[in-house]
């Protein structure tokens, strides 16, 4: 089986500095890896080079179909949640919206607006985005953020059967990731 991710020697210059060189990685199906490091070491320019959103400085990046969690909502704030998932799952092919909703706890909030969730609802709602994607590579940028215990257990277990379905993660976060062993990749100044 190929490789979902694979950077080569892969630079990135930001905001007017060098953020790292260099960097070598791969992620395969099944596995996880989780990028660590101190604010501002481009461990979100990582994953938005990943995705293919932001071109690197140098180097080569070869990625199969992903699905990116940042810190954007990006769903349609005056639509019910069920609506917005639905405009993202249709671009992706899925048909996987009721499960995300019940997989995040958000089933109740299917007809509710967008902008009518809590902060927690919405980090939720992101992720929920991503697990209707059907992408085989997720990309999650400080998925934990703002969520309560009870969350945090069903981001592990979303994260648990996607790669044990064979997907692969890339995860950037402070915090410690649940969701099986995971390789780490630290970066520093």
Same mark, same amino acid.
């Given at each position: 089986?190929? /490789?979902?991710?694979?950077?080569?020697?892969?630079?990135?210059?930001?905001?007017? @500095?060098?953020?790292?060189?260099?960097?070598? $990685?791969?992620?395969?199906?099944? #596995?996880?890896?989780?990028?660590?490091? *101190? &604010?501002?070491?481009?461990?979100?320019?990582?994953?938005?080079?990943?995705?293919?959103? $932001?071109?690197?400085?140098?180097?080569?990046?070869?990625?199969?179909?992903?699905?990116?969690?940042?810190?954007?909502?990006?769903? /349609?704030? #005056?639509? *019910?949640?069920? @609506?917005?998932?639905?405009?993202?799952?249709?671009? /992706?092919?899925? @048909?996987?919206?009721?499960?995300?909703?019940?997989?995040?706890?958000?089933?109740?909030?299917?007809?509710?607006?967008?902008?009518?969730?809590?902060?927690?609802?919405?980090?939720?709602?992101?992720?929920?985005?991503?697990?209707?994607?059907?992408? *085989?590579?997720?990309?999650? /940028?400080? *998925?934990? &953020?703002?969520?309560?215990?009870?969350?945090?257990?069903?981001?592990?277990?979303?994260?648990?059967?996607?790669?044990?379905?064979?997907?692969?993660?890339?995860?950037?976060?402070?915090? #410690?990731?649940?969701?099986?062993?995971?390789?780490?990749?630290?970066?520093?100044?």
């Amino acid at each position: 089986m190929s /490789d979902l991710l694979t950077m080569v020697d892969v630079a990135c210059w930001r905001g007017g @500095r060098l953020l790292f060189e260099g960097l070598s $990685l791969r992620v395969a199906p099944g #596995e996880g890896l989780w990028v660590r490091g *101190p &604010n501002g070491m481009g461990k979100s320019s990582l994953l938005r080079i990943a995705a293919g959103l $932001l071109q690197p400085l140098g180097g080569t990046v070869s990625c199969s179909a992903c699905a990116l969690a940042d810190e954007a909502l990006a769903l /349609d704030r #005056e639509l *019910p949640l069920r @609506r917005a998932l639905g405009l993202w799952a249709a671009l /992706d092919g899925s @048909r996987h919206v009721p499960a995300a909703l019940g997989a995040l706890g958000l089933a109740a909030l299917a007809e509710v607006p967008v902008r009518l969730l809590s902060t927690g609802q919405a980090r939720r709602a992101r992720l929920a985005r991503v697990l209707a994607s059907g992408s *085989p590579l997720w990309l999650l /940028d400080e *998925p934990l &953020n703002g969520l309560d215990e009870a969350s945090v257990a069903a981001v592990a277990a979303m994260i648990s059967a996607h790669r044990a379905a064979g997907g692969g993660v890339l995860v950037a976060s402070h915090l #410690e990731v649940p969701g099986g062993a995971w390789r780490t990749l630290e970066l520093a100044a």
